[in-house]
């Protein structure tokens, strides 16, 4: 079957290092046909540029804190028939491509949206969901592995995550993209509710994972902390004034505002905030909705056809995928063999266990390799039990065969 061209856009503020280490691992995607599209700030330019991959990449300088229009800014310079999105404090599975665009090969689907693993690296930070006009958000149970297609209800839409997304680039360009209105938040399910009241259908993809790592931004610290809450204030002015009936709204707002303030309160106990902090945040929250209730509701402009020319990137569409195994206590020697082999163009899972109990975390190295760390006896899913005899042996053969998938061992 001929693999459909993606572009993949990646958009990127204040955050050169990470925006490197998600762009060394795109280039092991095992997916024979993708572009990448940069749209960074002048830091996130430069670091690509003097990358080893930057030559391969279409960087689009980009110094607007708007999130919506960089997008657009990336779907305008897109080539490929599907668009793909990847927050720049994300990394993909080598298999994400290969999942995420399986649905396109039916007419019908417009959308696709994967899962998203949290900064263990085990547990799912996004799964199944849809959100509907009062942006609530409801968890869908799909049990099988398998692309699911799904029809909305009524004033509802199925929710992709904007940091593992998928489109059909003539239909998000008619529509004219992502709201610039929106500048931070939400975009992603704006853009899911247009989509459901033009009928289109979208998917839902467990296998198409990405893992989040969450750094830090002007909004939020890299422990999930917010900074400032004013940009989700107007973000959710926008988002109710365009979808939620006005008799609703005031009714929703005060639920946002409640939910939002008991987020802080948490977040005060475990010691991350002071209590004038909160109260800061809180009045931030509500300006950002005041001067979100201001915004122009403007109808969006078709995003033009692409000019440029489809830059294909240089993944590892035949690479060998293997796992690299041992005690914690040889670490040193083994990064030395995974760097190695990931320079001979292997995609290395490196899996060091300690005699522990200790859980199980998995992230993607900046030197371009995965790392699963753990006890011996300690659980990987966080639903197993504490502990568990296990030999070596045995350990790496279940550890393998519980990420073949999305490594594609």
């Known amino acids: 079957m001929t693999p459909i061209p993606v572009s993949v856009i990646v958009v990127s503020r ?13 280039g092991q995607l095992r997916y024979p046909c993708f572009e990448v599209i940069v749209v960074a700030d002048q830091n996130g330019v430069a670091a690509i540029e003097s990358s080893a991959l930057g030559a391969a990449i279409k960087c689009i300088p980009f110094d607007e804190a708007n999130i919506s229009a960089a997008r657009n800014t990336g779907i305008l310079h897109a080539a490929g028939e599907i668009v793909a999105f990847i927050d720049d404090d994300a990394v993909p ?12 090969r039916y007419r019908d689907v417009g959308a696709a949206g994967g899962y998203v693993r949290a900064r263990n690296g085990i547990s799912y930070q996004w799964k199944a969901r849809t959100i509907d006009a009062e942006g609530v958000e409801t968890s869908l149970n799909l049990s099988a592995d398998q692309p ?8 509802t839409a199925i929710k992709t995550q904007g940091t593992n997304m998928a489109f059909r680039r003539p239909v998000l360009a008619k529509m004219g993209g ?11 399910a704006d853009v899911n509710m247009r989509l459901a009241k033009q009928g289109v259908l979208t998917a839902l993809v467990p296998l198409a994972e990405v893992h989040h790592g969450y750094q830090g931004n002007s909004s939020r610290k890299s422990n999930r902390v917010p900074r400032d809450l004013f940009q989700i204030g ?10 939620c009936d006005t008799a609703k709204r005031a009714q929703v707002w005060a639920r946002v505002q409640n939910n939002e303030r008991n987020r802080l309160l948490r977040h005060m106990v475990t010691g991350g905030l002071e209590p004038r902090d909160v109260s800061a945040m809180m009045r931030g929250l509500r300006q950002g909705y005041s001067e979100g209730l201001s915004r122009k509701l ?44 990931v320079k001979s163009g292997h995609i290395v899972t490196l899996l060091m266990m300690s005699p522990t109990a200790l859980f199980h975390r998995i992230w993607f190295h900046d030197d371009g390799y995965w790392v699963q ?25 279940v550890e393998c065969f519980r990420i073949h998938r999305q490594r594609l061992l």
Do not use: M, Q
Not at 322 to 329: D, H
């Open 373 to 397: 760390r753990g006890g011996l006896f300690g659980r990987s899913e966080r639903d197993s039990p504490l502990f568990r005899f296990y030999r070596f042996s045995r350990r790496v053969r």
């Open 14 to 26: 204040d955050r050169p290092k990470a925006l490197v280490r998600c762009v060394t691992a795109l």
């Open 178 to 188: 992502f709201d610039p209105a929106f500048r931070y938040f939400h975009d992603d």
């Open 93 to 104: 599975e080598p298999s994400w491509l290969t999942y995420l665009t399986e649905p396109f």
């Open 298 to 341: 403007a109808d969006l402009v078709p995003i033009a056809d692409c000019e440029d020319t489809f830059r294909r990137f240089v993944g590892n569409e035949t690479a060998k995928s293997e796992v690299i195994s041992g005690r914690v206590w040889s670490a040193k020697s083994l990064r030395t063999r995974a760097i190695a082999k």
């Open 148 to 155: 699911v297609v799904l029809t909305p209800k009524p004033a």
């Open 234 to 243: 107007a973000s959710w002015a926008v988002y109710l004034g365009k979808h």
